[in-house]
């Protein structure tokens, strides 16, 4: 006869270069479970301050000493949080803004299945013109749900962002670890392949909300009702070389997906190329790179020294 898990649930926050430390998030966060803390390679000041802030909240810290990516970092800390007894993990970015009780609602909703892997709130961005982050499996690739399924209790989706979603430990063993060549981008969408490939139900609950920010900036297009989001170029070649190479896992996206994709992946080449004026000349060197290395299959970390800025980007 299987044992009933007493559900425990460790929030993993990944932090990098944050512009405070993270007290707020913290805070909100210690008062609902355990956390932990895993820093991709932050400048020493950033450190400093979460050291500090961590301490006093008595929240584990564990720091990297370079940027390992956002997938190898979420490994870390759900290896951690193990360590410390959980059955399931709540992951955060270090720009997100979970509210009191969300994580125990949504570890009422990922109980009701033993068959759901992961649960997530309505992500939504606190700027003007928000954009909703929840996404539908429709038949030619992932769709934003509409207002309408906004509405619903339930919503079976192709992927939940990773910032603020609930993992159920057992479902994250039998699918696998988060992808970490791919370093940033496209790591929630597909290990939400995996796990709907597997049989796995990923759920968002629409009436639970949480805050996050997405991308630099975000622009709007006459006759596009959602707005586009426009990252840093390093992020163009994250982008491109991992789309790339979601395409070409023929036994993980469906054909229609992977046709959509690369449709979708010329429109946001020529416009990051051609129409986002900010740094277009590093922007194009980063689309050309990120082509040519997805092409190939090179995939990793890419080590980018930026003199203008002094920092490694990626």
């Known amino acids: 006869m299987a044992l009933h898990r007493v559900p425990r649930v460790v929030a993993v926050v990944i932090t990098y270069n944050p512009p405070d430390d993270c007290r707020q998030l913290l805070e909100s966060l210690a008062a609902q479970c355990p956390v932990v803390v895993v820093d991709n390679g932050s400048s ?73 892997a992961a649960v997530g709130p309505l992500v939504a961005e606190e700027r003007e013109g928000a954009d909703e982050l929840v996404y539908m499996a429709r038949k030619w690739t992932p769709k934003r749900a509409t207002p309408a399924e906004l509405q619903e209790e339930r919503l079976d989706v192709a992927f939940i962002i990773a910032s603020g979603c609930l993992i159920d430990l057992n479902a994250f063993h039998a699918i696998g670890q988060m992808r970490e060549e791919l370093f940033i981008d496209h790591v929630d969408l597909e290990w939400g392949l995996r796990a709907r490939k597997k049989g796995y139900r990923l759920v968002v609950a629409p009436h639970l909300r949480l805050v996050h920010t997405l991308g630099d900036q975000a622009v709007r297009l006459p006759g596009r009702p959602q707005p586009i989001h426009v990252h840093a170029p390093f992020r163009n070649y994250y982008i491109v070389r991992n789309t790339i190479w979601l395409i070409r896992r023929k036994n993980l996206m469906p054909w229609r997906w992977r046709v959509r994709y690369a449709y979708w992946l010329l429109k946001y080449i020529a416009f990051n190329g051609c129409i986002v004026s900010d740094r277009r000349s590093e922007r194009r060197r980063m689309l050309r790179l990120g082509f040519c290395n997805g092409s190939q299959g090179r995939m990793g970390r890419l080590e980018i020294w930026s003199p203008k800025h002094g920092e490694e980007r990626g």
Request: hydrophobic share 45%; net charge negative.
């Open 44 to 116: 020493l000041a950033s450190v400093t301050r979460l050291k500090a802030a961590c301490n006093s909240l008595s929240v584990h810290l564990h720091t990297l000493p370079t940027n390992v990516g956002i997938a190898a970092a979420q490994n870390i800390g759900i290896a951690r949080a193990e360590q410390l007894g959980a059955t399931h993990v709540y992951l955060s970015d270090h720009d997100s803004h979970p509210a009191p009780g969300l994580v125990a609602a949504l570890l009422d909703v990922i109980s009701e299945d033993s068959r759901i």
